[in-house]
């Protein structure tokens, strides 16, 4: 039998992941970070009801509009919305 000498199975595949959303939402977290300071998201008081709020106007204003740039930031309200859901995810992840 031949062996690899690398044992895969049952591990995540991060190249599973598409690279270009990755993108959009780095360019969301590299402008949070030079507006506000890196990690800051993780300190925001009442942080889960805040981002779940971004989350929702970020979403409203791609349904309106398909393809719209936030005003502020110029950058892709899905891509505001994607780094928002993360947010939310990483701490119900973290709270576990």
Same mark, same amino acid.
């Given at each position: =039998?031949?062996?690899?000498?690398?044992?895969?199975?049952?591990?995540?595949?991060?190249?599973?992941?598409?690279?270009?959303?990755?993108?959009? =939402?780095?360019?969301? =977290?590299?402008?949070?970070?030079?507006?506000?300071?890196?990690?800051?998201?993780?300190?925001?008081?009442?942080?889960?009801?805040?981002?779940?709020?971004?989350?929702?106007?970020?979403?409203?204003?791609?349904?309106?509009?398909?393809?719209?740039?936030?005003?502020?930031?110029?950058?892709?309200? =899905?891509?505001?919305?994607?780094?928002?859901?993360?947010?939310?995810?990483?701490?119900?992840?973290?709270?576990?």
């Amino acid at each position: =039998m031949k062996h690899d000498g690398k044992d895969d199975k049952g591990k995540v595949r991060p190249t599973l992941l598409p690279i270009e959303g990755i993108e959009g =939402m780095l360019e969301v =977290m590299e402008y949070g970070a030079k507006k506000y300071c890196v990690g800051g998201w993780r300190e925001v008081p009442n942080a889960e009801a805040r981002y779940k709020d971004a989350l929702l106007r970020h979403l409203f204003e791609e349904l309106k509009q398909p393809g719209s740039k936030d005003e502020e930031s110029g950058l892709s309200h =899905m891509a505001h919305a994607a780094c928002n859901a993360l947010f939310l995810l990483s701490f119900q992840r973290k709270s576990k």
